[in-house]
């Protein structure tokens, strides 16, 4: 039996190239620094004297400056290279990380806030493009996978950390997120020498020709259902701790416990579920992962005790391992070399988006309506978008294309990939 287990994972881990592994230890150090934006509304209203509301609005204005950033970092990405605009993204993102643990005023917090978004979003569509660049278009879902279990491994370390930190000093929160940003830039800059960052060789003609994902009329569909889906995914950094806090009276320190079992369970699982599900629709299990996503959370009024939360976020974990590298995937997947970051710069809008909208919404509806009401209300957009995805999948099927004929021979390509293997 545990040699079947070694082998399940082994074939899970193997096959993907040595560019995708440097990407995700990179990513693995500057996740293990997460340690402010979990905390941050609890931050702003225990250390800055915001109301709820007020940190809402803040939160709210770092999803207006990554909505500019994010498709604005794509479009980057497709002119000067990804590894090039993660590198300049993550050193910026780590001085204003800094600079922000200094400042007092709602004014100057709340300007910071804006310009570590425009400064740190340009990170995710940057990340994407590298990772698609790296992978072939069988493994892209597994590469996403390892990414976010890099990321998940990451953040096992950085909330728990940080709710530690908090508890004795907020000021080492920010100084570590920044000097981890840092590091994963240095890592960068070592692995992916200039060279080796280049934006690929495509003519500009060629970029008319693949299109704009804007006329990608399924890519557009899933992008809406995507960006209700994360109306629901950032109440985790919203009102979760808040509704830990006052339901369950947890400390900041078992906050952060119970964020890490959630990235505990993708590290130790995710792989090898998606490994297993590699010939499912991808849309299809992408659309019931949504929806046990939002269910999980929408159990959350309705238990007591440790135990309790830990098997709602069990659930809700699972359908995040269904959901996300499925959704990634499926949109990397239709996107043409030559504009693979507009795609993930508008994917990334999208979530950008729905930052705007989950804070204010979330944290309204909790002071108003009650924390039952809330959760609740996520459970309904989970079957609402679960709805969506499988409406889109079949549209999809009924054409007979995974893909758009602009993807065709040059997905995968290591001749115009936008990352080099490191010799």
Same mark, same amino acid.
């Given at each position: 039996?545990?040699?079947?287990?070694?082998? *399940?994972?082994?074939?899970?881990?193997?096959?993907?190239?040595?560019?995708?592994?440097?990407?995700?230890? &990179?990513?693995?150090?500057?996740?293990?620094?997460?340690?402010?934006?979990?905390?941050?509304?609890?931050?702003?209203?225990? #250390?800055?004297?915001?109301?709820?509301?007020? !940190?809402?609005?803040?939160?709210?204005?770092?999803? =207006?400056?990554?909505?500019?950033?994010?498709?604005?970092?794509?479009? =980057?990405?497709?002119?000067?290279?990804?590894?090039?605009?993660? #590198?300049?993204?993550?050193?910026?993102?780590?001085?204003?990380?800094?600079?922000?643990?200094?400042?007092?005023?709602?004014?100057?917090?709340?300007?910071?806030?804006?310009?570590?978004?425009?400064?740190? @979003?340009?990170?995710?569509? %940057?990340?994407? %493009? !590298?990772?698609?660049?790296?992978?072939?278009?069988? @493994?892209?879902?597994?590469?996403?996978?390892?990414?976010?279990?890099?990321?998940?491994?990451?953040?096992?370390?950085?909330?728990?950390?940080?709710?530690?930190?908090?508890?004795?000093?907020?000021?080492?929160?920010?100084?570590?997120?920044?000097?981890?940003?840092?590091?994963?830039?240095?890592?960068?800059?070592?692995?992916?020498?200039?060279?080796? &960052?280049?934006?690929?060789?495509?003519?500009?003609?060629? #970029?008319?020709? &693949?299109?704009?994902?804007?006329?990608?009329?399924?890519?557009?569909?899933?992008?809406?259902?995507?960006?209700?889906?994360?109306?629901?995914?950032?109440?985790?950094?919203?009102?979760?701790?808040?509704?830990?806090?006052?339901?369950?009276?947890?400390?900041?320190?078992?906050?952060?416990?119970?964020?890490?079992?959630?990235?505990?369970?993708?590290?130790?699982?995710?792989?090898?579920?998606?490994?297993?599900?590699?010939?499912?629709?991808?849309? #299809?299990?992408?659309?019931?992962?949504?929806?046990?996503?939002?269910?999980? =959370?929408?159990?959350?009024?309705?238990?007591?005790?440790?135990?309790?939360?830990?098997?709602?976020?069990?659930?809700?974990?699972?359908?995040?391992?269904?959901?996300?590298?499925?959704?990634?995937?499926?949109? !990397?997947?239709?996107?043409?070399?030559?504009?693979?970051?507009?795609?993930?710069?508008?994917?990334?809008?999208?979530?950008?988006?729905?930052?705007?909208? &989950?804070?204010?919404?979330?944290?309204?509806?909790?002071?108003?309506?009650?924390?039952?009401?809330?959760?609740?209300?996520?459970?309904?957009?989970?079957?609402?978008?679960?709805?969506?995805?499988?409406?889109? %999948?079949?549209?999809?099927?009924?054409?007979?294309?995974?893909?758009?004929?602009? *993807? %065709?021979?040059?997905?995968?390509?290591?001749?115009?990939? !936008?990352?080099?293997?490191?010799?």
């Amino acid at each position: 039996m545990f040699r079947s287990i070694a082998t *399940t994972y082994r074939e899970a881990f193997s096959g993907l190239s040595r560019s995708v592994w440097l990407l995700s230890v &990179a990513s693995l150090i500057n996740r293990a620094g997460t340690m402010v934006m979990p905390f941050l509304v609890l931050y702003l209203v225990e #250390k800055r004297g915001f109301t709820t509301t007020q !940190a809402g609005q803040a939160l709210a204005l770092y999803g =207006l400056g990554a909505m500019v950033s994010s498709y604005a970092g794509g479009l =980057l990405c497709d002119r000067f290279g990804p590894i090039r605009m993660m #590198k300049v993204s993550l050193v910026g993102t780590g001085l204003a990380f800094i600079a922000l643990g200094y400042l007092q005023g709602r004014l100057a917090i709340s300007a910071m806030i804006v310009i570590l978004s425009l400064v740190g @979003e340009v990170f995710r569509p %940057a990340n994407l %493009a !590298a990772l698609s660049a790296a992978s072939d278009p069988g @493994e892209r879902a597994r590469s996403f996978a390892l990414m976010r279990l890099a990321v998940n491994a990451g953040m096992s370390v950085g909330p728990t950390v940080g709710g530690l930190l908090a508890a004795y000093d907020y000021d080492w929160l920010f100084w570590a997120d920044g000097v981890t940003c840092i590091l994963a830039a240095g890592l960068l800059a070592f692995a992916f020498p200039g060279r080796h &960052a280049a934006a690929p060789a495509v003519h500009s003609a060629a #970029k008319v020709r &693949a299109g704009s994902p804007f006329r990608d009329l399924p890519v557009m569909a899933m992008l809406g259902m995507m960006f209700l889906l994360n109306i629901v995914t950032f109440q985790v950094t919203s009102t979760f701790p808040l509704s830990l806090r006052d339901l369950y009276h947890f400390s900041e320190a078992w906050i952060g416990v119970t964020l890490a079992v959630n990235t505990l369970i993708i590290i130790v699982f995710e792989m090898v579920l998606i490994h297993s599900l590699a010939r499912r629709d991808p849309l #299809k299990v992408a659309g019931f992962g949504c929806f046990v996503f939002c269910a999980g =959370l929408a159990l959350l009024p309705f238990g007591s005790g440790f135990g309790y939360v830990i098997f709602t976020v069990a659930i809700w974990t699972m359908g995040e391992m269904l959901a996300f590298p499925m959704l990634t995937s499926a949109v !990397a997947d239709r996107a043409p070399e030559a504009t693979r970051g507009a795609y993930m710069g508008l994917m990334n809008f999208s979530f950008a988006a729905s930052f705007v909208v &989950a804070p204010l919404v979330g944290t309204w509806v909790y002071q108003n309506l009650g924390a039952r009401a809330l959760w609740l209300g996520c459970g309904a957009v989970g079957l609402l978008v679960w709805a969506g995805f499988q409406a889109v %999948a079949v549209a999809i099927q009924g054409k007979g294309t995974q893909g758009t004929p602009e *993807t %065709a021979g040059t997905a995968g390509n290591p001749e115009v990939s !936008a990352v080099s293997e490191v010799p």
